[in-house]
């Protein structure tokens, strides 16, 4: 198959009804001028909320100019320096997201979760001059701090944006009652309540930013080893920002969508898809500090009458495990969305069944800024794909050999479009692996196009076993996993055999606590060819996951020794 051949795009026969084949970049020139616009047009309509605490888009702008002339004049911040933001889900996030962005500043995206060790390596890989941290997280970064080139530090407490008296209790409690902010100490450490006040009196001055500017440094989950930084441009987030927009357009409306933002929005799943596409069109982002409380989660999105929620598989299943979940009106839902880990079968069927409304599968990586591919929102049920190449998209596989496969052949999946990324920061050797001239990234996925042009990802290539000559493909396998009633969730791997090669091992979290081997593996028999079949089961409380509730296969073949 030509590389013509790969690119004719038989998938815009298949688009819905209203979807552009391709989008619109001239319209703004940087991210900074979307945002300028929605606060223009929605200036008193609400933005963002926390813990029953509302800000609209007029208060998000007066704060984030507040804060963007704190960095210019009184942290003496220039334009293309890197500014890090650790935290979770809280109403600074955004405001300060916009801020380093009016000031012509970069973003560093921090997992509040790293261990010193981490947060080190991603602060000094970044060149980061400044980082504002949730006071919960500052004893890690003072622990990392001195072998960073950070100058500029900034601390937050979870309230700080709150109206009086709720402020004050709740950093009362945070940090009194609950604990939550173990004891640390950093020199000339600034709080945020006092940079706004001093930007609150200095001018801000708007540096000139074009699409080809840098915007952020997103570092990659680290899943396969030491994280590096995505140079994400503003052209290639605006671009996936405008190319989800054209293609919920036919189901979302402006002005009057809740979105729940479950997904940390330092992930760019989250940042992209709900941060940035919601506040385009004057939606509300309903922030979720703690997803992994079930309960304190339910209870806060109880309270809206929310027409979309993101999230990954494991979020899904952890809701439709939650008896409170089940009693919430799903009457205002009309957009379900799963994306950065593969959706299941058993899930898929089991959130329709409840809410009446499909889960959606998306398709991206934090190189794609991040979407690739989706699902056509109007989708009846779940159709074990991963959608279409969205706008001026172009997806491919390819071979070993660089040639590229036609329909249904499985090789690994290649993706070109304006959203993909400049490279990786300050690594050419690595960029040059994944990125070739013509600008197809390759994205370490094997994956499959039908004749419609959907495309099905089949796993990771570096996931794969191989027993015996055959391949098996973990996802494939999980997926037979979690349809079991007994089986909460399930991680597969492949083990050493001295017979095979390899042997298939599963990793599995019960729902039934006298589910035993013999069962899983029944189970396993009467849906998989016999080479697929686990022959090793091992029963845990819980798996391995990233923060944002990937399984962690990695850590599950560590654990082999």
Request: one cysteine or more.
């Amino acid at each position: 198959m030509s590389e013509r051949q790969a690119v004719e795009r038989i998938w815009l026969k298949h688009y819905p009804q209203g979807v552009p084949p391709e989008i619109d970049l001239g319209a703004y020139r940087s991210l900074v001028d979307l945002f300028d616009e929605s606060c223009r047009r929605f200036a008193d309509r609400p933005a963002f909320a926390n813990m029953g605490v509302t800000l609209t888009y007029a208060q998000v702008d007066r704060l984030a100019d507040q804060f963007a002339a704190f960095l210019q004049q009184s942290a003496g911040l220039a334009k293309g320096d890197r500014v890090a933001l650790m935290m979770p889900n809280v109403l600074q996030y955004p405001v300060l997201l916009h801020a380093i962005l009016r000031a012509g500043l970069v973003v560093v995206n921090v997992n509040p979760l790293y261990t010193p060790a981490e947060l080190e390596h991603q602060l000094t890989d970044a060149g980061a001059k400044a980082i504002v941290v949730l006071e919960n997280f500052a004893h890690t970064l003072q622990q990392a701090l001195p072998q960073t080139p950070v100058e500029t530090v900034i601390t937050t407490q979870i309230g700080d944006l709150m109206p009086l008296p709720r402020r004050l209790l709740v950093n009362f409690v945070v940090k009194h009652v609950r604990r939550m902010v173990p004891d640390w100490q950093i020199g000339n450490a600034i709080d945020l309540r006092s940079a706004l006040a001093q930007g609150q009196n200095q001018r801000l001055s708007r540096p000139t930013l074009g699409q080809e500017d840098l915007a952020f440094l997103q570092y990659t989950g680290g899943t396969t080893g030491r994280s590096k930084g995505a140079m994400l441009l503003h052209r290639n987030v605006l671009a996936n920002v405008l190319q989800a927009e054209a293609w919920c357009r036919p189901v979302l409306n402006e002005g009057e969508e809740i979105v729940i933002t479950a997904l940390p929005l330092y992930h760019i799943f989250a940042l992209t898809a709900n941060c940035l596409l919601f506040s385009k069109l004057g939606g509300l982002n309903v922030l979720i500090t703690n997803p992994r409380d079930i309960p304190g989660f339910v209870k806060e999105i109880g309270r809206y009458p929310f027409t979309g929620i993101t999230g990954v598989n494991t979020l899904f299943n952890a809701l439709l495990n939650s008896e409170d979940f089940r009693t919430l009106d799903f009457s205002a839902l009309k957009l379900s969305l799963g994306g950065g880990m593969a959706v299941q079968r058993a899930v898929a069927e089991r959130w329709k069944q409840l809410t009446g409304v499909t889960l959606v599968e998306a398709y991206g990586l934090t190189e794609t800024s991040p979407a690739a591919c989706m699902n056509p929102l109007d989708l009846v049920e779940y159709n074990g794909k991963i959608g279409l190449p969205l706008p001026s998209t172009a997806c491919a596989v390819r071979s070993e050999d660089g040639s590229w496969l036609g329909i249904d052949a499985p090789g690994e999946l290649c993706v070109r479009g304006p959203q993909v990324m400049k490279g990786y920061w300050n690594l050419p050797e690595e960029t040059a692996r994944v990125l070739d001239a013509e600008g197809w990234l390759a994205t370490g996925d094997v994956a499959t196009m039908d004749a419609e042009g959907f495309f099905q990802i089949v796993d990771r290539k570096k996931d794969m076993i191989l027993v015996s000559g055959f391949n098996v493909y973990p996802n494939e396998v999980e997926d037979v996993l979690a349809a079991h009633p007994g089986i909460v969730e399930a991680g597969v791997i492949g083990v050493p055999d001295e017979h095979s090669g390899e042997t298939v091992k599963a990793v599995v979290v019960r729902r039934d606590p006298e589910l035993a081997e013999a069962d899983v593996i029944a189970h396993c028999r009467e849906r998989l060819t016999g080479y697929k079949v686990p022959k090793i089961i091992e029963f845990r409380d819980e798996l391995p996951k990233t923060n944002v509730g990937k399984i962690l296969r990695r850590d599950l073949r560590q654990d082999e020794g």
